[in-house]
């Protein structure tokens, strides 16, 4: 069965401080891949996806995401967080050629000191 | 505009009854999902609509668990004799159409508590 991999449960950063917040999943085939975010007491949005092209992929508010196919990896990175990025992030994943559904990681938290 | 509504925002409710929880999509999506969030865990995919149809159930944990949707849009997920471990936040998606690019946007989830 597949699954997705988020290495770290609960990171802590000062401002200004770069991120990369891990995603590994276990899909052997064409993969679509996704970061969703939620901030605190708000739903889960879109950040960014991947689905086809360039393996680099921008999305809202300065992050980026690289989708190593030989690694299976799909890590979350922005160069200097802010305090407003507090929240939990997710990595999700779908095999290219099925509908349905996400399979998620179990999310990382992320600490923003000011 | 509107997006994916859910209600009620919370429930709590006692072992052994029933529950319902509703999801109205965004207009015009014609893929609807639903998820369960338990402390701790990610997101847990439970049974996705495409239009009234239901292609893929095996999320759902249960024989407790039932979900329909009508006229293409509302959909109902219903856990029948609540147990404590049923107790989570339940979130519905829709998107446009359930092609694998398609982007799942989300409600506020109902956070059930079965005391």
């Known amino acids: 069965a597949q699954s997705v991999s988020q290495h770290n449960h609960h990171v802590i950063l000062s401002e200004a401080a770069s991120l990369e917040l891990g995603c590994n999943y276990s899909?052997?085939?064409?993969?679509?891949l996704f970061w969703y975010v939620q901030y605190p007491g708000q739903h889960l949005q879109l950040l960014l996806k991947?689905?086809?092209?360039?393996?680099l992929v921008k999305g809202i508010k300065g992050f980026e995401a690289e989708f190593i196919k030989s690694k299976f990896s799909f890590n979350l990175r922005k160069p200097s967080v802010q305090w407003s990025d507090t929240a939990e992030y997710f990595c999700?994943?779908?095999?290219?050629?099925?509908?349905?559904?996400?399979?998620f990681g179990k999310g990382t938290k992320l600490s923003v000191k000011p | 505009g509107a997006g994916v509504s859910q209600s009620p925002s919370n429930k709590v409710t006692e072992k052994g009854k029933d529950v319902e929880l509703r999801c109205d999509p965004i207009?015009?999506?014609?893929?609807l999902y639903w998820y369960r969030q338990s402390l701790g865990q990610g997101l847990e995919f439970l049974i996705y609509?495409?239009?009234?149809?239901?292609?893929?159930k095996s999320g759902l944990p249960s024989d407790r668990f039932s979900a329909e949707r009508t006229g293409g849009s509302v959909s109902t997920l219903t856990i029948q004799r609540t147990q404590q471990e049923d107790s989570a936040v339940y979130l519905c998606?829709?998107?446009?159409?359930?092609?694998?690019?398609?982007?799942?946007?989300f409600g506020p989830g109902t956070r059930l508590t079965v005391l």
């Open positions: 207009s015009g999506h014609t893929a």
């Open positions: 899909y052997g085939g064409t993969v679509n």
């Open positions: 991947y689905f086809s092209g360039d393996p």
């Open positions: 609509f495409q239009g009234n149809s239901a292609p893929d």
């Open positions: 999700a994943v779908k095999q290219a050629l099925s509908q349905g559904n996400l399979i």
């Open positions: 998606a829709s998107s446009l159409d359930s092609l694998p690019a398609d982007t799942q946007y």
